[in-house]
């Protein structure tokens, strides 16, 4: 099972990034993955996870801003972060339960500056 991010970078408050992150070593359609990240000093924190099925659930901090996407075809989930605020300046990272394991993807670093 492999989890691999893109998509980070640096940006001025207000802009955009879209990540992405390509699964191999499973069914991808069977399974819910998710985003999280974690800003210096501290925890990883959920910030938005979509079913197979396609629903979403996002963390109060990015409802709005945040959208969780997935192309089954890709084996791809995206994040589309718009409105980014310093705030969200974090390591990024995809994540999922692959029959009964839990696997992280390396992160990508996303820096929002005022």
């Known amino acids: 099972v492999q989890l691999v991010e893109s998509g980070g970078g640096s940006v001025q408050a207000g802009g955009s990034l879209r990540l992405s992150c390509v699964a191999s070593?499973?069914?991808?359609?069977?399974?819910?993955i998710g985003w999280y990240r974690q800003a210096p000093g501290k925890e990883r924190e959920l910030v938005a996870i979509i079913t197979r099925g396609g629903a979403a659930t996002y963390a109060d901090s990015v409802k709005g801003r945040f959208t969780i996407s997935r192309d089954n075809g890709e084996n791809t989930v995206y994040l589309q972060m718009n409105s980014l605020k310093p705030e969200d300046t974090a390591i990024y990272y995809c994540y999922g339960v692959i029959r009964a394991a839990a696997y992280w993807g390396q992160g990508t670093q996303v820096t929002v500056s005022s």
């Open positions: 070593g499973f069914s991808f359609d069977d399974y819910a």
